[in-house]
């Protein structure tokens, strides 16, 4: 995993399979992210078994196969998707490119696990939401931000427990390295990659709606902005949003393309959680001037304070509950009204957004 480009942010974890060898069978389609990388991993820890591969670029293919040498090749798109024998097809294709291509696998009767953002129009978004009523299949994303953070995992279960009481706000800070010259042309155009809210602002709403229980929000205000970089300019490189719940609970969060080339990581994450009873802040992959990595939980409640380093020690149940999700008709990784929740506020933040000249 490369901890200086996001871009190519692949955890690994412990192998923890939640079903034998050969009862879950998938293949991947789309290799334009490398957070497919992160996204096979994780279900091949939990027990999948990882079938086939294709993407149109043979490159990407080779490269793929080196990490995966287990994997078989596909000539085509279609080798896949007639293949009986997959429960599931994950991606990150482009990302104008998912929801179409979600349709696709749906219509041959697999589930389908995407990378985010899912979706960059409310047109793909309604096809979608139609096309999981009809077939009863699941149409899961992977927000690695929360489900493939230890930390972030950790923070969930504290506030299960009722660690801090009852949610009231959570404030996301998620900077990126651009790495401009290592990007494709498709991350520089809008319509491809859909904007900056929707694209990584997707991480902060989800973790908003699950960390304080939200079952329905309202985007407030929104705003983008292109501060500095001109050469490109169908990028924003900055926008912040603020969110109100249906039980009040809010979110502020900000994203951009920022990270200085000195840092270790490719951005300091932070996410903080408001309780009634306490908070939590997480530092998600690095502490600034120290030696050691990410994945620390600070947590005051009552009582006292706590810190937690959690690396290695949590692990990353979303890829498990999912495999049984798919074996077992239930929705215990990401309810399915989560993920289209969490898709349409992303949307609509940046559809709404104010743009800052």
């Known amino acids: 995993m490369s901890r200086a480009d996001g871009g190519m942010y692949a955890p690994k974890g412990k192998p923890n399979p939640v079903c034998q060898k050969g009862d879950f069978r998938f293949a991947a389609i789309g290799l334009d992210h490398g957070h497919i990388y992160g996204i096979c991993n994780g279900l091949t820890e ?7 591969v294709y993407d149109p670029d043979p490159a990407k293919v080779s490269a793929f196969c080196k990490e995966y040498p287990q994997v078989k090749s596909a000539a085509s798109e279609q080798q896949v998707l007639e293949d009986a024998s997959l429960q599931l097809i994950a991606s990150a294709t482009v990302t104008c490119e998912r929801g179409p291509l979600g349709l696709r696998i749906m219509d041959h009767g697999k589930h389908y696990l995407s990378d985010k953002a899912p979706f960059t129009t409310m047109e793909q978004w309604e096809k979608a939401r139609a096309k999981v009523a009809q077939t009863g299949l699941i149409w899961a994303v992977c927000y690695s931000e929360r489900v493939h953070n230890e930390s972030a995992v950790f923070a969930g279960q504290l506030i299960k427990e009722g660690a801090i009481g009852r949610v009231l706000q959570v404030t996301t800070i998620a900077p990126h390295r651009l790495n401009a010259a290592n990007r ?14 929707c694209d990584i602002g997707s991480h902060q709403i989800e973790q908003f709606l699950y960390y304080a229980d939200v079952k329905e929000a309202e985007v407030v205000h929104s705003q983008i902005a292109n501060y500095n970089h001109p050469e490109y300019p169908e ?8 969110l109100l719940g249906s039980n009040g609970a809010s979110l502020y969060f900000r994203v951009d393309w920022f990270t200085p080339d000195g840092l270790r990581v490719w951005g300091d994450g932070r996410t903080f959680i408001m309780g009634t009873d306490g908070f939590i802040e997480l530092r998600k992959y690095i502490v600034v001037d120290r030696a050691d990595e990410g994945d620390h939980v600070f947590l005051v409640d009552g009582k006292e304070e706590k810190h937690f380093a959690v690396q290695g020690q949590v692990g990353y149940p979303f890829f498990g509950q999912l495999i049984l999700d798919c074996l077992h008709g239930t929705e215990n990784a990401m309810p399915q009204e989560h993920v289209f929740l969490a898709a349409r506020l992303s949307l609509e933040a940046q559809a709404r957004a104010v743009r800052i000249r």
């Open 46 to 52: 939990a027990g999948g078994d990882l079938i086939w």
């Open 184 to 197: 494709p042309a498709w991350f520089f155009q809008r319509q491809k990659y859909g904007g900056i809210l």
């Open 235 to 242: 990028l924003e490189d900055f926008g912040d949003a603020l």
